[in-house]
């Protein structure tokens, strides 16, 4: 596997990727003063626009939500993505070809995962054909047995279209030759996973089935799941894409490109078990459902939802300065059997991954989301999910129910049996809540509960999973947090009241969009030049990168780049804040005034701070009979220094 995307490529595509034109592919933008743009935030619900982009700087910030980064984070977070998946999906998009370094000695490796320019576009070109393709056949002569499929289970042929559901006729090469007419070669064919390769030959994987198409985050089909119909088909009931350069069953979740908007906003994400019961769940109202593909949910999913969910770390989100943090509910839904149960013991394993609060919900008599809307209507669907109980009460209790609390036997093996469970929440808090229930379920006194619990969690019982290793801090182009996320410290926000806070912000936003009418004097302003904690944070961070004078020689977004680049994990979102916030007087033939103004006005209220440390020194010196005439002599030069600095300031001025 490759290791990081160089950076120069990641540079090239932040500036090649217009950022109007991805924001707009799921906003409406509207101007908002010259340079900037803004809509309706799609990551909360908001009636008055509070989204801004700015693109000659390539920022956009919600002034709502907090929410704001460059066009990579905002494909990431629209679409669900890691960091290098966004980049390569942007480096399609506008022509870059990646080239990738080992991570182990820095040396660049060619682009590796590409294994020639416009491969990838090629084989979601095939795909999307193939989508038609299918679509177009479900509605012909010899696919009745699919629209009898679909009619079975209460879906019609606008739910079919809304979906894309197909169908793969009965032939060996009825895809096969479609997608040579249209010009793709039998190698791209074979790479695609749609026609397999025999002794005689390729010929179509998929043939008399219902065919479902799996798109990616971003709406693009990558692979198929195709279902059974016919008796004399030997195959398995599903059949899906094979592993391909495309399609990672095990990072795949159906739904993801109709759901992630309704999770981002809902912060909830429902997870069944097919892709009849997604359609059923969207039908119903949940349009947060989505479901894996031939596989169990396991980490890589894990690692997608917590991305949905505004959570891209394993140990937490952003800190806010209210104390509150990024998170939501993960909600799996499974068959009230055996078979269901066994399932969600086994995502228990996995709820501690995500930053959420995780929930079962099970249908008592076995019916899975599919049948209870045929048998009982949406609104049942709906009930289902708002019925949801905590996954760890579920596991626990579905564990109790192995054995005879009516003896002392059974009581005992039940302790522990299910304390390692208790024992296993990592949330302290949590774990000695469920110690308490376990002690009710069973009726045994809560301290020997805890004992049990406390023997069980000091019995090493596991090997340690990725997600137990110690935290750090997440490289801006790694390809997803291998840890948890170190403590992220929390900036107040500056009153808005405040006359200094506000030009102090004011000068910051025109140093970042606007470095070329900056005047030089600014970047000789010092590390105490601004007062307010947060605004001094930025600054410092202006000065690593070089101050204004770098701004003017980089531009536009390479200037803010830079500068976020130098900012601390918890400034680096004021300065995005900052790069994109409406400026007051943005018109082409005054800005240079107004920027020179504001910069002017920042400069000379330092050299008032200076002014009157100076006073204040002098006086204390005058007031001592022993004071050193030396002293006093510089002082005053120092204070005689100042004014003239602020007279010749402000006739410039």
């Keep these: ?131 038609e393709f299918y679509a177009e056949q479900l509605f012909a002569p010899g696919a009745q047995a699919a629209r009898a499929f679909l009619a079975e289970r ?66 693009a089909v990558i692979g198929f799941g195709a279902r ?137 008599s076995g019916m899975d989301p599919c049948d209870l809307r045929m048998a009982r209507g949406p609104e049942a669907v709906r009930a289902l999910v708002d019925a949801r109980v905590p996954l760890f009460e579920f596991v626990i209790r579905t564990t109790l129910d192995q ?53 069980a969690a000091s019995t090493p019982t596991r090997a340690a999973r990725p997600d137990d290793r110690p935290a750090r801090r997440r490289d801006a182009d790694a390809t997803d947090a291998a840890g948890g996320a170190p403590a992220v410290p929390v900036l107040a926000a500056p009153d808005p009241r405040d006359p200094v806070a506000r030009l102090e912000r004011q000068a910051l936003i025109v140093v970042l969009q606007y470095p070329q009418h900056v005047p030089a004097a600014f970047d000789d302003l010092g590390e105490d030049a601004f007062g307010v904690p947060a605004w001094r944070a930025v600054h410092a961070a202006v000065r690593a990168a070089g101050g204004a004078g770098t701004g003017r020689t980089l531009g536009g977004g390479r200037w803010v780049e830079s500068v976020v680049e130098q900012a601390p994990e918890a400034v680096a979102p004021l300065v995005t804040e900052l790069a994109v916030a409406p400026v007051p007087e943005d018109r082409e033939n005054v800005i240079g005034t107004y920027v020179t103004g504001i910069v002017h006005a920042v400069l000379d209220l330092g050299l008032t701070r200076r002014r009157a440390d100076a006073m204040s020194r002098l006086k204390r010196i005058g007031a001592d009979p022993d004071a050193d005439a030396a002293e006093l002599a510089r002082l005053q030069q120092e204070l005689l220094a100042i004014e003239a600095e602020r007279r010749s300031l402000r006739e410039s001025a």
Excluded at 72 to 89: H, R
Excluded at 430 to 451: F, S
Aim: aromatic share 8%.
């Design 1 to 131: 596997m490759a290791g990081l995307i160089k950076r120069d490529d990641v540079e090239a595509v932040r500036d090649r990727a217009r950022i109007d034109e991805i924001v707009s592919a799921h906003v409406t933008l509207k101007p908002a003063g010259v340079g900037s743009l803004k809509g309706l935030c799609p990551f909360h619900d908001e009636r008055t626009p509070s989204f801004h982009v700015r693109p000659g700087v390539g920022r956009w910030h919600c002034f709502g939500c907090g929410e704001g980064g460059d066009v990579i984070s905002f494909v990431q977070k629209i679409d669900g993505m890691a960091f290098a998946e966004a980049v390569e999906y942007l480096a399609d998009r506008v022509g870059v070809q990646l080239r990738y370094e080992d991570s182990r000695t820095g040396t660049a490796s060619g682009p590796a995962r590409r294994e020639e320019p416009g491969r990838r576009q090629r084989l979601l070109e095939a795909h999307r054909v193939a989508a």
């Design 228 to 364: 059974r119909l016919y008796d004399e088909d030997q195959g398995p009931k599903y059949l899906n894409t094979p592993e391909t350069t495309l399609y990672k069953k095990s990072h795949v979740l159906y739904g993801i490109d109709l759901a992630k908007r309704a999770i981002a906003q809902s912060k909830r994400v429902v997870i069944v078990e097919g892709y009849t019961d997604v359609m059923a769940a969207h039908l119903s109202g949940v349009d947060t459902a989505v479901a894996t593909c031939g596989t169990a949910f396991g980490g890589d999913h894990a690692k997608v939802v917590r991305r949905l969910l505004g959570d891209t770390t394993a140990g937490g989100g952003l800190q806010l300065a209210s104390g509150a943090s990024l998170g939501g509910e993960v909600v799996f839904t499974f068959d009230g059997d055996a078979a269901g149960q066994k399932a969600a013991v086994r995502a228990f394993g996995e709820d501690q991954r995500f930053h959420a609060q995780t929930f079962v919900a099970v249908e008592p």
């Design 403 to 455: 054995f005879d609390l009516d003896t002392v036997e059974g009581r005992i093996g039940a302790l522990r049996t299910a304390a390692p469970l208790v024992a296993g929440i990592r949330d302290r808090s949590m774990q000695l809540g469920y110690a308490r229930n376990l002690a009710g379920w069973i009726g045994i006194d809560t301290e020997e509960v805890r004992r049990e619990v406390g023997r």
């Design 154 to 219: 209460s879906f019609d042929r606008a739910d079919a279209e809304t979906f894309g559901v197909g169908y793969a006729p009965t032939g060996w090469d009825a895809l096969l030759r479609h997608l040579r007419g249209r010009g793709f070669t039998e190698p791209e064919l074979v790479a695609s996973g749609m026609v397999s390769q025999g002794q005689r030959g390729v010929y179509d994987r998929f043939r008399g089935r219902l065919v479902w198409p799996i798109r990616d985050a971003t709406g």
